[in-house]
Structures are given as structure tokens and as C-alpha cells.
């Protein structure tokens, strides 16, 4: 998609009441023109708040450009701090991805928050030396389970580890619990010098009854559901048929139509 024709997508949605947007990737940064689309989405009236996801590597050269032009929060993968590891699941350099991480909280992105997931035969000892690291550089450090979603069945159970024990930590610590009541109730652990925030897997009925978000796919399809690929909606190629803002603003109606909770039940967790 073009610049202009992500921007449109964008403003559409904000003419519907969608109100924070998210750029997301793969790795958002790849693309040279990042800064003309985070100004251009970062100019559409009534938007409220744009954010990104990135890896960190490249943040280290444009985070103040992106600071100016408009985006305001960032979350950085960062699953370890040890070079060796993070070469081995990155295929990076970990010095890249601290460099970003310092030069977005000196941009003023906020808050800056790092995603971990926490994986078995990795990182499982590392959590107490990434709230160390949160600390130090003001960020929020985000403790996330494996999904399932996108990897194979071996790798999940090689690497997959509950979060249990990690928020008992979190809880006997804890100045504060807050629960984030439309995010699967996930809990935010405010303790005394850092914040931590735990994300369980989403294939669960609170993710999917509180699910209001709608997904563009790098093609130019809307995708209301994370889950399923069955129902989505191809607005880019209206869009570059000709079609009016009206028009596009029901294939948007559409998609949200059949939005469906992918999941009606809890599933149980086996131990």
C-alpha cells in the first residue's frame, strides 16, 4: 500500500469512531516512508492516540522524527538482554535494540513499553534482570505467555511456560493490582520502582467477548477477527477501483458485521 493509501484507510476509520490506531508488522520500520505515514495518520482529526510495535533495531535513527511527527507510544520487543540469545531468536544485534529502546524514552515516546515473552529453556531466569533494566530506563516491562497462534506445535510445548509464578512475585510486591477490564482483564503489578504488566494468551472467551479492535492486513484487507482468515474484507482493492468514501465506509460496516467471537468458552489449562 501507497502512503496515501494507508492514510485514507486510516481516515475513514476515525470517521467511524475508531479512535487509537497501532502500526504494527512484521517490522514496521522497514518501510522508508514510515515518518510520511505516522504524519499523515498522525494529522486526521479526532484521532486520540497512534502507537507501534517494533523489534527496536532501527528506532536508535528515527525515533525523535517519529516523536515529531505524531506517534506517541511504543511498545519494543526485547525478549532478553544476553547477546548470545538474542542473536539466537532475533538473528540481531542486541546492541541495536537497547539503543532503541534509550532513544525512545529520550524522544519522549510514553510510556515506552518492553515486550518479553517469557519462553522455557531461554529466558526463565531473566525476568527479575528485565525489571532491573525497566527500572533503570523508565520503561514498562511486559511479561507475555506464548501464544500458540503462528508457531508449530513442538515449539509450543519446547518453549511454552505459565505465568503463575511470576505474578505471585508480582503480587506479594505490589504497591497496587490493576486490571485491565477491555484487555482480558490482564493485570498491571505497580511496585515501588517499575511496572509490570502480564499478557496471557488471547484464545480465551474474555479476549474475544471485549474484542473491538480490526486489523488492515498489509494487503489492504480488514480482518476483524485475529483468529480467522474466512471473513475478511478487501478495502484496498475497492479503493483502487475507484470507490467513494461512502462506499468504503460500508465494506468498513461489513467487516465489523461479522466480527463473531472466534471464542464462545473458556478453554481449561492443563498442567
Known amino acids: 500500500m501507497t502512503v496515501d493509501e494507508i492514510v ?3 481516515r475513514i476509520a476515525v470517521s467511524l469512531g475508531i479512535s487509537r490506531i497501532k502500526l504494527t508488522g512484521g517490522e514496521p520500520l522497514m518501510r522508508k516512508d514510515i515518518c510520511e505515514i505516522v504524519k499523515g495518520i498522525a494529522a486526521i482529526p479526532d484521532l486520540k492516540d497512534l502507537s507501534m ?6 528506532l536508535g535513527f528515527i525515533a525523535q522524527e517519529l ?8 511498545n519494543i520487543s526485547l525478549p532478553t538482554l544476553d547477546a548470545e540469545a538474542y542473536s539466537k531468536l532475533t538473528e540481531g544485534r542486541i546492541e541495536n535494540a537497547l539503543e532503541g529502546v534509550k532513544a525512545a524514552v529520550a524522544a519522549g515516546f510514553c510510556p515506552v513499553k518492553l515486550n518479553m515473552i517469557v519462553l522455557n529453556g531461554v529466558n526463565v531466569d531473566a ?6 533494566f525497566a527500572r533503570q530506563t523508565g520503561t514498562i516491562l511486559q511479561l507475555i505467555e506464548l501464544d500458540p497462534i503462528n508457531v508449530g506445535d513442538a515449539y509450543f510445548s519446547a518453549h511454552h511456560k505459565f505465568l503463575d509464578e511470576y505474578e505471585e512475585m508480582l503480587r506479594q510486591k505490589a504497591l497496587s493490582v ?3 477490564r477491555f484487555m482480558q482483564n490482564r493485570r498491571i503489578y505497580r511496585l515501588p520502582d517499575v ?12 479476549f474475544c467477548l471485549h474484542c473491538s479492535r480490526l486489523r488492515v492486513t498489509s494487503t489492504g484487507k480488514l480482518k476483524p477477527c485475529l483468529m480467522r482468515n474466512d471473513n475478511v474484507v478487501d478495502v484496498l482493492a475497492s ?16 467487516a465489523n458485521q461479522q466480527r463473531e467471537p472466534y471464542n ?3 478453554p481449561q489449562r492443563h498442567f
Do not use: C, W, Y
Open 8 to 10: 485514507r484507510i486510516a
Open 53 to 58: 510495535t517494533t523489534n527496536g533495531t532501527m
Open 67 to 74: 516523536h515529531a511527527r505524531g506517534l506517541r507510544r511504543v
Open 127 to 132: 525476568v527479575q534482570e528485565m525489571m532491573d
Open 178 to 180: 490493576e486490571t485491565r
Open 195 to 206: 511496572t509490570v504488566e502480564v499478557v496471557h494468551p488471547i484464545e480465551n472467551r474474555d
Open 239 to 254: 479503493m483502487r477501483r475507484g470507490a467513494s468514501d461512502e462506499e468504503l465506509k460500508e465494506l468498513f460496516e461489513r
Open 264 to 266: 464462545k468458552a473458556t
